[in-house]
């Protein structure tokens, strides 16, 4: 500001003193025209105003009126006193005219004060130049008034007009560097400006010299003519830039629905909307109020005055031309203050002195959301086209800002989802952690249970053996049976408790098996010797067939034993009166095994009841009896087979069965014949033997 100051300052200062100096000289020029004088400077003025008041848009950067070509083509008419006068006042007055907007050119007013600083300016950006052509001129030897066409005038007055572009570009280079431009811009800026002027000395040395020939007529013809062809410059710029802004703004408007609708948070997004709006719409002030419904208020997110952020405000509905908009759910678009009144519209008094105002609803699904407006310090800044533009952004705006909700509805979904499942994975743990625990004191309790329970079991069975014995003569037979029954009784809760301990330390993975070499002829000689009695009294042969190949095998005998056991006793017990168990062992070599191991092969095969289809499965399980085998024979745990099945699968081997009701069963065993060798090479089992799914099953 300090610049146009001391420019104007310093016009002002010259021009005072020059005209005190000369004001002799200034009177002479008048008399000598005499009677035209006043028509000479009426059109002078008339001229220069026209040209000050067209000021078009040259570049982006550049606005021209063609003034100087007034200024240049009248110094040599009235001398440099009188139209450096002339040329202050009407570039003064044009400029307030400007200000007030009134007339074609509106000058923005967002700081009246140095608004005001810079008009008082032009008596350096005109005064200076005007008087320094105008001394070059008569130091030259110029005629005032020129009334000579000569070319020697012409060429002197191109001279000093010449003279007059460069002063006025000189005088304004330390506001434009002030401005923030840099040398090197400045020169190109000056290039482009005054390579205009320069084209238009030789219009202004016509009608500088055109008056001391025909006379002031053609003087003003030749004004007439400026002033057209200027308008005509003008529209033809204000065209070309409309139409580069209808281009500009077609491109915008695709790259705005791109932009915005990347942005997730809604204060990324308002901005995103503002820099868009921004490259197509020229205002100064800019807003984008939400409504919130529930309260009634309109809430100010993003309110910007010239490209400063104000801070948030909130407004109760009903006041002022945001919520017009809001009401009547349609564009409001207000060229001046006046028009406020004129349609009966009230704003809300602020401190934003601004002519023109256009606002525009943010629909999203046909209800409103907030308002997105601009606002301008010139009057009627904004056309019906800013109106269309800003409608189609808000729509987008709206569906975007839609969009941005529903994200952050999601989010928070997904949020309240993962920590659902956040929730339910620590109970499930917990839950996890109190079964492992239930678990643990239910094996530490069995443990404990048959450890107190076989104590005295031993006892009894112990004692009663012996009574049994001592007493076989002597004690009357319903005592000795008394006692008989009380040692069977024994001896199968004994089994009973050993079986669940079994089953518990399996459960507990605290099974181990210990391997030795053995016969295998001789175990299951050594079990069918003690069922024999057993199979006896069930009136049931057992026969044996082992095949000479059986090797050595190195297994648990104990549990094989427990195996072989259980496998005779079920099928003598499921067994008619009559009927034949066949036990059969037989070598298989790895490659015609199913375990890909070198095996022996076990088969028990009875002629009893059989077992059902749809319970062979089943019979593995712990306590599972069948109903038919149940109500046969009673009694009985049902822990035999799964105990089996467990130190079969202990071994790396596998148990097989196949049963038809009332025909009979085979349980097939496949054990390896080193159990060493299967525990620490396991193999993956070879396609098993494939049975009818009606008859066989296989662990
Ligand atoms: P338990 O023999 O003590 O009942 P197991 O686990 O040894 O228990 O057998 C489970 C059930 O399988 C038996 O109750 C019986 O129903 C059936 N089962 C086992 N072996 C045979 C067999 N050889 N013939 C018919 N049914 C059998």
Excluded at 54 to 77: D, G
Excluded at 250 to 269: C, M, N, P, V
Excluded at 315 to 334: A, D, I
């Amino acid at each position: 500001m300090s610049v146009f100051l001391a420019q104007g300052i310093a016009g002002l200062l010259l021009m005072l003193w020059l005209t005190w100096l000369r004001q002799d000289q200034v009177a002479a020029i008048v008399h000598q025209l005499g009677d035209n004088a006043p028509i000479v400077i009426g059109v002078f003025i008339a001229f220069a105003t026209t040209l000050a008041l067209l000021k078009f848009e040259l570049t982006e950067m550049i606005y021209v009126s063609l003034v100087l070509t007034a200024f240049m083509a009248f110094f040599p008419l009235l001398g440099g006193i009188l139209t450096a006068w002339v040329a202050v006042v009407v570039s003064v007055t044009t400029r307030i005219l400007g200000m007030k907007q009134i007339g074609w050119t509106k000058i923005t007013v967002s700081d009246p004060r140095a608004e005001w600083i810079r008009t008082f300016g032009l008596f350096g950006t005109y005064g200076i130049p005007v008087i320094a052509a105008s001394t070059l001129y008569e130091s030259l030897g110029g005629e005032v008034p020129a009334m000579h066409p000569t070319p020697g005038a012409a060429m002197l007055i191109a001279l000093c007009g010449a003279a007059m572009i460069l002063t006025n570009q000189l005088v304004m280079f330390r506001a434009a560097r002030a401005w923030g431009y840099s040398v090197s811009k400045i020169v190109k800026l000056d290039t482009i400006d005054s390579s205009i002027y320069f084209l238009t000395i030789p219009y202004a040395v016509v009608t500088a010299l055109s008056y001391g020939a025909i006379g002031w007529g053609a003087v003003v013809a030749l004004a007439f003519t400026g002033g057209v062809a200027n308008f005509i410059a003008r529209n033809l710029a204000i065209t070309r830039s409309r139409s580069r802004q209808q281009v500009q703004r077609l491109a915008s408007l695709t790259q705005i629905g791109k932009t915005i609708s990347l942005r997730f948070t809604t204060d990324e997004l308002l901005l995103a909307i503002y820099t868009e709006c921004k490259k197509v719409i020229d205002c100064s002030l800019f807003s984008i109020a939400l409504l919130d419904d529930e309260r009634g208020e309109l809430s100010f997110e993003l309110d910007i005055r010239d490209d400063h952020v104000l801070p948030k405000e909130r407004m109760p509905l009903g006041e002022g031309l945001n919520s017009w908009v809001v009401k009547h759910h349609q564009p409001l678009l207000l060229g001046s203050t006046a028009d406020e009144h004129r349609m009966g519209i009230r704003s809300v008094p602020d401190t934003k002195a601004t002519e023109s105002w256009l606002g525009v609803p943010m629909m999203a699904r046909d209800h409103v959301i907030g308002v997105i407006a601009v606002e301008s310090y010139k009057k009627h800044a904004f056309t019906a086209d800013d109106v269309l533009l800003l409608t189609a952004i808000a729509n987008q705006a709206a569906v975007a800002l839609e969009n941005a909700h529903l994200y952050k509805d999601l989010e928070g979904l997904t949020y309240a989802l993962e920590q659902r499942v956040l929730d339910r994975t620590n109970e499930l743990r917990e839950t996890n952690l109190r079964l492992l625990a239930a678990d643990r004191s239910k094996n530490q309790f069995l443990a404990n249970m048959s450890h107190e329970l076989r104590t005295p079991l031993n006892s009894i069975i112990g004692f009663s053996s012996v009574l049994i014995e001592a007493g076989r003569s002597s004690l009357p037979q319903r005592m000795h049976k008394f006692l008989e029954n009380i040692h069977t009784a024994g001896n199968h809760l004994l089994e009973l408790i050993n079986d669940i301990l079994d089953l518990s330390k399996i459960e507990a993975g605290k099974m181990e098996l210990r391997a030795d070499e053995f016969d295998l002829r001789e175990t299951i000689a050594a079990v069918e010797r003690v069922m024999r009695g057993f199979a006896a009294e069930a009136k049931v042969q057992i026969l044996v067939n082992i095949d000479p190949k059986v090797p050595q095998v190195r297994l648990d005998e104990g549990r094989l034993k427990q195996i072989l056991f259980n496998l005779l006793s079920n099928a003598v017990k499921f067994s008619p009166h009559g009927g034949l168990v066949a036990v059969s062992c037989r070598f298989l070599p790895r490659s015609d095994s199913p375990l890909a191991l070198d095996t022996v092969r076990v088969d028990v095969t009875d002629q009893g009841i059989g077992i059902p289809a749809d319970e062979l499965q089943r019979i593995f399980v712990e306590f599972y009896q069948t109903e038919e085998g149940r109500r046969i024979r009673g009694g009985g745990t049902g822990l035999g087979l799964s105990l089996t099945r467990n130190f079969v699968e202990l071994h790396h081997g596998r148990i097989e069965v196949k049963s038809k009701p009332s025909e009979g069963s085979t349980f097939t065993l496949y054990l390896p014949v080193d159990y060493d060798e299967a525990a620490y090479n396991p193999r993956p089992y070879a396609e098993p033997h494939i049975h009818d799914h009606q008859t066989g099953f296989r662990s």
